[in-house]
């Protein structure tokens, strides 16, 4: 989760994409459906296929979300 998370907060597209795999199963942290999906956005937007798959995934569970503000803390 760590080195994911660092990877993550450089900008790196697997790195965003990783972490938002920890965060939806909950691997090396607690699970947190929309700290998921803040992480899929990020990869998504830079063209992340799977990131761009799950967000789509999320949307058809119809499970609720709230959103993220950008200066919680991730």
Do not use: M, V
């Not at 967000?55 to 200066?71: A, G, M, V, Y």
Request: with cysteine.
């Amino acid at each position: 989760f760590h080195w994911f998370e660092e990877s993550a907060k450089r900008g790196d597209i697997q790195g965003e994409y990783l972490l938002a795999i920890c965060y939806e199963n909950g691997y090396g942290i607690i699970a947190n459906r929309d700290k998921a999906r803040l992480w899929y956005e990020k990869a998504a937007e830079k063209g992340e296929q799977n990131a761009i798959k799950a967000l789509e995934r999320f949307k058809t569970e119809n499970l609720p979300l709230k959103k993220i503000k950008n200066n919680d803390s991730l």
